[in-house]
């Protein structure tokens, strides 16, 4: 198979471990025989730094062409404490995810049990939990109207939802939710928002196709709790897009170290695939940074396009990597020495090729 | 000393607890020497069943008059699942807020050592969390244009804050921290939302006012996260009203029960104080219901109104009943016998009565 892979490396720690989900793909190509071609792109910091805008148009038409994009990261501190910065690295994700329609973020997050000593729950707490969490990621009060008076003395920010956006990312959950444990657990604000009220609607209603799921909702406040206080009670979870990105970060810490966490955002005709560890410039380009989340949203987006198996040759890569202790300082164990990023990476794509030898 | 307070039984298991409430009050105003009069109001589930109105103008009209309000809790199931309910139970706490200004919440969490076992965190992680929460109580999203399109199929709600809004809880925030660990961490999604710029732009000019306070920002899908991961590097937390929700809601289970902590909503003429844990339906009337956090409620109210003495009369005997093990069976201990709701407030009566007398 030839495929086309946008590449966007990003800010922070974004390119290193984007070099090692490359190094995975290309041991993969190589054992399966694939061809996968790269197209690199820019956006967030380095973007605005090298042409004054976050999503450089050039970015857009490279990931429209492509079968998948490969996210790094996004973001610089900078950035973050100016208030008054119009122009500003985020920007470039939303926009991205709104051009090509990304309306659904999916974050597994499952315990490790090599990982659960590193979790700052109890064993007997996070032990066995296994969630996939749907986001919406499209509409919702990121994308809603802005305004600041002109005084500087007063901000507002729209939230809105529309029946269709709702439905569809819906029918995602649901789907997924048919092939695993089949319960969809809604998180609003039903009691509060006139868009959780819509939610709350809409996905009772599409229940109805889905009989064999159960749907239960939850309050985003009972769900914060819920999450860390019984995190197994937990099949697929539904949200939009603000609590979404609250409630998988609070998630994604259960597992015993986010430098593993991969996610995907998809569309109907993109597909974007991104660790969910964020920029962390503070370890920027100092080979310390975690790959394995980058590594495994590679993963994500071969079984996206259907190579199941390549996918599997990675996975079972990571899992040795854990099983070997050979990883990153994060996740190191008490007398291991931590690997460098680059030295995950190669061994990654080594055992990939070697593994897949010694089937044959 | 002579003092008026209005009592707000509520919904669910507010009634069985804020009678406990009461019990530890009579207690103290027999020792000390002082006289309370209770106006009971209505309020919620149980006021829309006798008026068709959750916040009678009777109500409203009590609590102008006290010197507080002591609340018990809000919210009936059979609200919550009916998305198309135009009349709710929460609205008339939302309006009792706004009503009366009460601007700022505040919620102390502070791991107990005696319930440490039953927090879902690991013991290092948990031990020494002493966290105050100030959310902002009636502005943002909660308060903002809701609106729904005639066919149903659009929803929207608006999130707007003002200077003077932001500006008043901060300055409570700041002085909260000057008597405690000197770190404000403020909590917002600058890097979205235009209210939250806002927020930071403020927050960060009367910081300057407050040179020994050390001011912090962090996102609030970040602040869920670090919330689990290290709960101990904050000490004042300062949000937004739906944040503050969220974020109080997942702070309130570290410390090993939610049946324990207390809350107060003040403004500035009036104050009220609640349990944070909701009206928990499910175990009314079956006096099992955890009366701790309405007792400390009282103890929060006594201290607002200058009785520090009687606030810590009443806090003393609460640690009594955790260290005897007197206690609801939320929190017993595992070969211990659970004690009715009613059990362990007249325990907490009457070791008020007794340590002060055995103190004379
Ligand atoms: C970078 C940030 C604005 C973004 C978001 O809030 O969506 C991130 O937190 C995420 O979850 O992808
Ligand atoms: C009852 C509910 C609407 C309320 C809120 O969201 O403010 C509650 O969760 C709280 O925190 O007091």
């Known amino acids: 198979m030839k495929l086309t892979i946008a590449v966007i490396p990003g800010d922070g720690i974004g390119p290193e471990v984007t070099a090692q989900a490359k190094k995975a793909l290309n041991a993969v190509a190589e054992v399966y025989d694939h061809i996968f071609l790269y197209k690199e792109a820019q956006m967030g910091a380095c973007a605005i730094e090298a042409t004054g805008n976050p999503l450089p148009d050039a970015t857009i038409k490279i990931c429209k062409k492509a079968d998948a994009i490969l996210f790094g990261a996004i973001g610089e501190l900078k950035y973050d404490n100016d208030p008054s910065a119009k122009v500003r690295p985020e920007q470039g994700l939303f926009r991205l995810r709104r051009e090509l329609g990304l309306f659904c973020n999916i974050r597994p997050v499952k315990s490790y049990d090599k990982l659960i000593k590193n979790s700052p729950l109890k064993k007997e707490v996070i032990s066995g939990t296994d969630i996939v969490i749907f986001r919406e990621l499209t509409g919702g009060i990121y994308f809603g109207n802005k305004e ?18 709702i439905s569809r990312v819906t029918h995602l ?29 809409t996905v009772t209603e599409i229940a109805k196709e889905y009989s064999n799921v159960e749907l239960n909702f939850m309050f985003v406040d009972n769900a ?3 999450l860390v206080l019984n995190p197994t009670q937990f099949d697929v979870i539904l949200t939009e897009n603000l609590f979404g990105d609250i409630i998988s970060a609070e998630a994604s810490v259960f597992a015993g170290s986010i430098g593993l966490l991969a996610s995907s955002s998809i569309g109907d005709k993109c597909a974007l695939f991104e660790p969910i560890h964020g920029s962390y410039t503070q370890a920027k380009g100092k080979d310390i940074a975690n790959p394995l989340g980058s590594i495994l949203s590679a993963a994500m987006l071969l079984e996206h396009l259907g190579l199941r198996e390549e996918a599997d040759a990675i996975v079972r890569a990571v899992e040795k990597s854990l099983a070997l202790g050979i990883t990153t300082q994060d996740i190191k164990g008490k007398n291991q020495y931590a690997a460098s990023t680059a030295k995950v990476g190669d061994f990654i794509a080594d055992y990939i090729a070697n593994q897949e030898d010694s089937n044959m």
């Open 148 to 165: 600041i008076s002109e005084d500087g003395k007063t901000a507002s920010d729209v939230c809105s939802y529309t029946y269709e956006e």
């Open 224 to 226: 914060a709790m819920q």
């Open 173 to 201: 959950a649901f789907k997924a939710a048919q092939d695993r444990r089949k319960k969809v657990t809604l998180i609003d604000k039903a009691n509060v928002l006139e868009t959780s009220r819509l939610w709350r609607k």
